[in-house]
């Protein structure tokens, strides 16, 4: 349970650096805590465009973790290539 409060602080605070600066990625509630549901949307309109185009239902997959100084991935949700 550490792990994923760990996490959930590490990704709010990434997310809503990005989602200051561009609004391309947003969290309700924006700073949630280890309890919290929490819903992440990515504004496919913003940013780059590359997922603009995808059709409502299309499944889109994120690797979530964190890595500081080139370190290797921890905090690690699920595997590479595993949904």
Known sequence: MKKIKILLSVLSCVLTGFAWSQAIVTLDPPFPTGS??????????????????????????????????????QYVVGDWGNC
Not at 48 to 62: E, F, I, K, S
Not at 63 to 70: Q, S, Y
């Open 36 to 73: 919290d549901l929490v819903t992440l949307t990515y504004h496919a309109d913003q940013g780059n465009g590359q997922l603009a185009d995808l059709t409502p239902g299309t499944n889109v997959y994120a690797h979530t973790g964190i890595t500081v100084n080139g370190s290797t991935w």
